[in-house]
């Protein structure tokens, strides 16, 4: 729970003698645990600084953020005057690749065809959170993994080690958003790449349709439940 | 049902009644003028150095990585799925605005940025209590022995 751990530190820190600023859109954690400074931005999760890629935008929060070191006495909660909107935003416009290999599964060759964009994002951005459990040039193969239990195989005969499956999905979304990034034109709005991903790649229906199985067989929550965002069918 | 993360009332729901712990006091520490001071950013949203061992998953891992101003290779390692990770993957000052310091410092708001940051895992035990009493002081103690005078907090 983020915004506990952050407001915990700031108090942390402050009895150590160090100025604290938080910024959370959690009001109701640092009301409750009197944070010393914080800055209210209505933000979605995610998003400190709400919007990536926008220079004045996050300079205009860090302003206002330090801006809190003027008061005198605390606590100070001050309220971000710009909100952002979770929902409220454009799809990313990001074309997929068409069939290369049709002798394996659509979301299999989808990934590899996509490799060289994920190469050209790692190599620009000299970043990438891909790794949690595996490299980049083992997606396809834990897609197969996918592929297999949507053809009817038990999660725990394909291949998967106790508790990789999440990870393995982290990995997964990291390379197709990070590719994303690179590919799409404009601005990359609030979970515009969550949203590409699950509705629109091959992928990401996939790892929904093996989630949606899982659960109908009733394997433990555990298994499937975070391999997409809570309340996504 | 609507995804949890994009379900602003839910959320507030959550944050309402998600156990904290108390602190009787609040401390409140005064710092030297804005454009003399030295800021540090610390942040919970679990990042690590590309190629490092990063964050456990769980509630368990309350240590911290230090991250060298220079550092760009930034993995983001909280691993939840209830927020939005595109901005990361797009820019990693929406959560890390180190590049944003810089630019401070060369408009004289700052007065210089620190030379390392940190990061800890924002799930932690719901008491809090091994990064209030242990990891928590140590990074304050390291940051307060690199001469930091406003800490940046910002998390996923």
Known sequence: ?233 | MAVFGKDTEAVGKFAGSVPVPEFKETSFSSSKPLDQAKVAIVTTAALYREGGSGFELGDGDFHYETLPREARDLTLGHGSVNFDRGGFAADINVVYPIDRLYEFVEEGIIGSVAENHYSFAGNQSDTVSEIRLDSGPLCAKEMIEEEVDVVLLTGT
């Open chain 1, 1 to 233: 729970m983020c915004p506990r751990t952050l407001c915990t530190l700031a108090h942390v820190f402050e009895a150590a003698g160090l100025c604290t600023i938080v910024i959370t859109p959690m009001r109701e954690v640092a009301e409750r645990m009197k944070t010393p400074r914080m800055l209210h931005t209505v933000f979605p999760l995610g998003l400190s600084l709400g919007k990536p890629r926008d220079r004045e935008f996050q300079a205009d929060v860090l302003r206002a953020a330090f801006e809190l070191l003027d008061e005198a006495t605390g606590p100070v909660i001050r309220k971000y005057p710009v909100t952002i909107s979770p929902t409220d935003h454009q799809p990313i416009s990001c074309s997929l690749p068409p069939r290369v290999n049709t002798d394996v599964h659509p979301a299999v060759d989808e990934a590899q065809s996509l490799k060289k964009a994920y190469d050209r994002a790692h190599q620009k951005n000299g970043r990438t959170s891909v790794g949690m459990i595996m490299s980049a040039d083992k997606i396809p193969e834990a897609l197969e993994r996918f592929v297999k239990i949507v053809e009817g195989e038990h999660w725990e005969e394909v291949g998967f080690a106790p508790r990789s499956m999440y990870p393995t999905v982290q990995d997964i979304r990291s390379y197709y958003e990070e590719l994303a990034c690179e590919l799409a034109e404009g601005p990359i709005e609030p979970w515009a790449t969550e949203e590409w991903f699950y509705d629109q790649t091959e992928a990401g229906k996939l790892i929904l349709t093996a989630r949606r199985i899982m659960r109908d067989n009733k394997v433990e929550q555990s298994v499937w439940f975070g391999l997409a965002p809570a309340g996504r069918e």
